[in-house]
Structure formats: C-alpha cells, structure tokens
C-alpha cells in the first residue's frame, strides 16, 4: 500500500514556464513533508519542506502548497529552467520519540524542461 | 564542509554473499538512516540510527543489519544476498529533534548475481 503517491511518471514544461508537480498522501499522521531533486548517479538533493500546521513554504523558484483536507501536496517551480531536468520524489514523516521518523518517498515524476 | 560520503560507490557480489557499506554523515549530524531505490521506485526506508542504537525500523527482514559508531559514522550489513537486493543504497545524515531535512549521500549501486 503506498502511502505517498507521484501519479505523474513524467512532465514535460517548456522553458520559462511553470512546472507543478503534484502528490497525494494516505496517511494522516504525516507531519512534515519534503521534496527531494535527484540526478542520475547522484543522491537525492533536499529542495523545499513544509510543516502541517503550514500551507505554503517559499524558496526562490520554488513553492510548495499544502492541502491537508485533500492530502494533496505540489511543487511550483517558476520559471523552469534547463537545468531543473531531473526526477522529483516527494517524501513525508511523522515524528516519534522525539525525533523524526524515517521518510516515506513517491516514485517520483521525470521533470523535462524543453528549450 | 564535507556531505554525506558512501563506501564503494559500486559493488558485484553474488547470491548467497554477505556484503558491508559504509556511510560518514555530514559535519554535525548524528543520525544516520539508510534507503533502498529499486530501479524506477522511490527510495524505501530500512532503518535509522541514533546514538549508536537503531531507532526505527521499515519493513525489511532480518537479514538487513546496521550498526552506528561512535564518531556517527554507519555500516549497512545485509547477509545471504538475493538477486532482489540488486538496489541503489542510499545513505542518509540528520540531525535528531530538527526538522527532518535529510542529507543524502551519492549512494552505493549494488549488484547481486
């Protein structure tokens, strides 16, 4: 049962645009919710997170909105740029024990950014 | 400032083997935790690491192991290898009680044959 989902395998933007990449949750006890920037042959690259108690988290190009009644999560990136071409994973956690959880991941969405 | 380092970058082993990789967290993180990307998956949660103790667990059997030294540095022990542990291991640095933004290392691409 997978409990972070990226139902887009790829999304094609042209340069300059905006690409939104989205992600839907099952579990509710996820509090804390991250995306991750993944080139081949390297490891995943923290981007941007946001808290449950927030719906919306900027950093330059990029925004995340929260929708907790929905359990939907996206990612907007404006304006693309060439160099925004990798895999997208969204990620989520909870907190236990005082700390924080180990991150359940989507199959991430393959962004191409097109010139 | 070193990121997260990972030990070998590539492994070959066959099925039956017992394999070891080896993670250094980021300057100043003390918790570890290690990941499995399938080809076309996302990366799966094993097991994490604190104060030398693993702190929690994903659903992986018995055969994966770990252990946590006391410079924070982690191993990842996974015995009588199957050809479905052929993965990407990716490990993980943080910081316990902060938020979680965890820093991953460059991964070690293992291979069972």
């Known amino acids: 049962d997978q409990q972070v989902k990226q139902n887009s395998p790829s999304l094609s933007v042209q340069e300059g645009r905006i690409s939104i990449l989205n992600c839907d949750y099952t579990?509710?006890?996820?509090?804390?919710f991250l995306w991750y920037k993944k080139y081949p042959a390297e490891g995943p690259t923290f981007l941007i997170s946001i808290s449950s108690i927030k719906d919306k988290n900027e950093d330059g190009r990029f925004t995340v909105f929260l929708n907790k009644s929905a359990k939907h999560l996206s990612l907007h990136i404006v304006p693309s740029q060439p160099g925004d071409s990798a895999v997208y994973f969204c990620a989520a956690s909870t907190y236990s024990g005082g700390g924080a959880d180990g991150l359940t991941f989507g199959k991430g969405t393959h962004l191409i950014i097109q010139p | 400032d070193a990121g997260v380092t990972q030990s070998p970058t590539h492994l070959i082993k066959t099925r039956g083997q017992q394999v070891t990789l080896r993670c250094s967290p980021k300057s100043g993180h003390d918790t570890v935790s290690w990941y499995q990307q399938a080809l076309g998956q996302g990366p799966q949660f094993i097991f994490q690491y604190y104060e030398e103790e693993e702190r929690q667990r994903g659903n992986f059997p018995d055969r994966f192991s770990g252990h946590q030294f006391p410079n924070y540095s982690s191993e990842l022990n996974v015995n009588a290898l199957l050809l479905g542990d052929s993965a990407l291991y990716l490990c993980?640095?943080?910081?316990?009680?902060?938020?979680?933004?965890?820093?991953f290392g460059p991964g070690t691409r293992l291979t069972v044959l």
């Open positions: 579990n509710s006890m996820f509090d804390y």
């Open positions: 993980a640095s943080s910081l316990v009680g902060g938020l979680n933004e965890q820093f």
